[in-house]
């Protein structure tokens, strides 16, 4: 289907291409029609998919910068999608869903979207949501930071790395900026706002402070010898988490 952007503001192919390279995938192509020319005026270009089998050709041929998926795609399951996006990259999701419910969001949150946009929705703040991922996921980069070391965990934040016992840990972009920035300042503790502002970029106002409880789990999950008996990120209760060194 070919977007009608007649009435949205144009902009340069070269400016577009700056501003990032968003997929659109939905099954109702007057929803993606309407998205599309929301993002155009915001200076992205913007890729239409209606099935797994086009999300599939649309990644490999069009290398966007997001993705804002349904999760209701006719016959097939957006988290099905988002599952098997989540095992081959690291590509920021937005889902855009009419589910409300709570078990919905987190289970988007655990198979790892970036953030979750329920219908209906204004134009501004799905614009907001996606300008706001885009900068925390591929922001500028920070300046050489030197490792951070406590015992047998390593964390290395030029590199993008952590190791345990010598041991290459595999974490996500997120993942990592999380137990760094809660390393770089051992025993200090930070509400679920501010961990929002500080590593998501973001804040309750515009992403559920679950994201923070969820993150926390993921990283326990890879680090923690017992992650119900943390070591390292521990909770300190009606507060938040602090990294004990």
């Known amino acids: 289907m070919t977007p009608d952007t007649t009435h949205a503001p144009t902009r340069s192919g070269a400016d577009a291409r700056q501003r990032g390279r968003i997929l659109i995938v939905d099954d109702d192509p007057d929803l993606r029609s309407f998205v599309v020319r929301v993002l155009e005026a915001e200076g992205y ?25 349904d999760i209701t795609l006719g016959t097939e399951d957006g988290f099905d999608v988002l599952a098997a996006l989540r095992r081959k990259s ?13 078990i919905d969001r987190v289970l988007g949150l655990k198979l790892g979207a970036d953030d979750y946009v329920v219908k209906p929705f204004s134009p501004a703040e799905l614009a907001a949501r996606v300008g706001t991922v885009l900068r925390r996921t591929s922001g500028p980069q920070q300046p050489t930071a030197p490792v951070i070391q406590f015992g047998e965990l390593e964390i290395n934040p030029s590199a ?3 190791r345990l016992s010598g041991a290459l840990v595999k974490m996500t972009a997120k993942e990592f900026g999380l137990l760094a920035f809660l390393a770089g300042s051992p025993r200090q503790v930070f509400t679920r706002g501010q961990l929002l502002s500080h590593v998501w970029d973001s804040s309750a106002e515009w992403q559920d402070a679950d994201t923070v409880t969820e993150y926390v789990r993921r990283v326990r999950k890879k680090i923690e010898a017992d992650p119900n008996e943390p070591r390292w990120i521990q909770t300190v209760r009606g507060v938040g988490y602090r990294f004990e060194p």
């Open 45 to 69: 270009v913007a890729d239409e998919a209606a099935t797994s089998a086009e999300v599939t050709a649309a990644l490999d041929a069009r290398s966007p910068d997001l993705v804002i998926l």
């Open 90 to 102: 690291d590509l920021p999701v937005i889902l855009l869903t009419a589910r409300g419910k709570e």
């Open 160 to 162: 993008h790395e952590v």
